[in-house]
Nanobody
Framework: QVQLVESGGGLVQPGGSLRLSCAAS????????MGWYRQAPGKQRELVAT???????NYADSVKGRFTISRDNAKNTVYLQMNSLKPEDTAVFYC???WGPGNAYWGQGTQVTVSS
């Protein structure tokens, strides 16, 4: 079992920045790719960014150039630095981890609200 705990969400003005963190605990040795997804009200959950254990990253087109995902394998923590935030970035952000051949784990979510 893996537990994921997110932190760092909140209210920010358009153009501002936030940094999300996700700390994994439990059987972390089997974690491969970690990532962030988000779900806005009335919309489906969508991928924001992923990062492999080796550091290979992938981003949604809507966040390229504004968001940066990073990972500290020693601390079992993944980060999402979000810059130039827009109102359309408002959503609940979820941490995600792939474990072993096919197990997936989710965090409880953290609210990000971009509003003036």
């Amino acid at each position: 079992q893996v537990q994921l705990v997110e932190s760092g969400g909140g209210l920010v003005q358009p153009g501002g920045s936030l940094r999300l963190s996700c700390a994994a605990s439990g059987s972390t040795g089997g974690i491969n790719t970690m990532g962030w997804y988000r779900q806005a009200p009335g919309k489906q959950r969508e991928l924001v960014a992923t990062i492999t254990r080796g550091g290979r990253t992938n981003y949604a087109d809507s966040v390229k150039g504004r968001f940066t995902i990073s990972r500290d394998n020693a601390k079992n923590t993944v980060y999402l630095q979000m810059n130039s935030l827009k109102p359309e970035d408002t959503a609940v952000f979820y941490c995600h981890a792939l474990w072993g051949p096919g197990n997936a784990y989710w965090g409880q979510g953290t609210q990000v609200t971009v509003s003036s």
